[in-house]
């Protein structure tokens, strides 16, 4: 199974910028970020997917975040910026090798461990 490590956490004032990275050990064509808020649940922020590299946005991030793939270092990003204080949570990168959660953010089933975003206001 593909092995997922996030890091590029941190916490930041409201406005600010962080660049979060996902290290993957091998190359998966749908690849996700996703996010969870203290006591809510986990939900979909952007994806990557095909061998053409199309991407979407839940509506929250449309125009701040964008989520991007270097191949040639292995490394999913997710770019943030204007952030605000609800985009705080554990932020989490996830693969679908199969292509089946493709519209569904490719939610799993391999996933990171997480890595904190905390954005004070």
């Known amino acids: 199974q593909v092995q997922l490590v996030e890091s590029g956490g941190g916490s930041v004032q409201g406005g600010g910028s962080l660049r979060l990275s996902c290290a993957y050990s091998?190359?998966?064509?749908?690849m996700g970020w996703f996010r969870q808020a203290p006591g809510k649940e986990r939900e979909g922020v952007a994806a990557?997917?095909?061998?053409?590299?199309?991407?979407y946005y839940a509506d929250s991030v449309k125009g701040r975040f964008t989520i991007s793939r270097d191949k040639t270092k292995n490394t999913l990003y997710l770019q943030m910026n204007s952030l605000k204080p609800e985009d705080t949570g554990m932020y989490y990168c996830?693969?679908?090798?199969?292509?089946?959660?493709?519209?569904?953010?490719?939610?799993?089933?391999?996933w990171g461990q997480g890595t904190q975003v905390t954005v004070s206001s």
């Open positions: 996830a693969a679908d090798p199969s292509g089946r959660y493709a519209r569904d953010y490719c939610r799993g089933p391999a």
């Open positions: 091998a190359y998966i064509t749908c």
């Open positions: 990557i997917w095909n061998s053409y590299g199309m991407t």
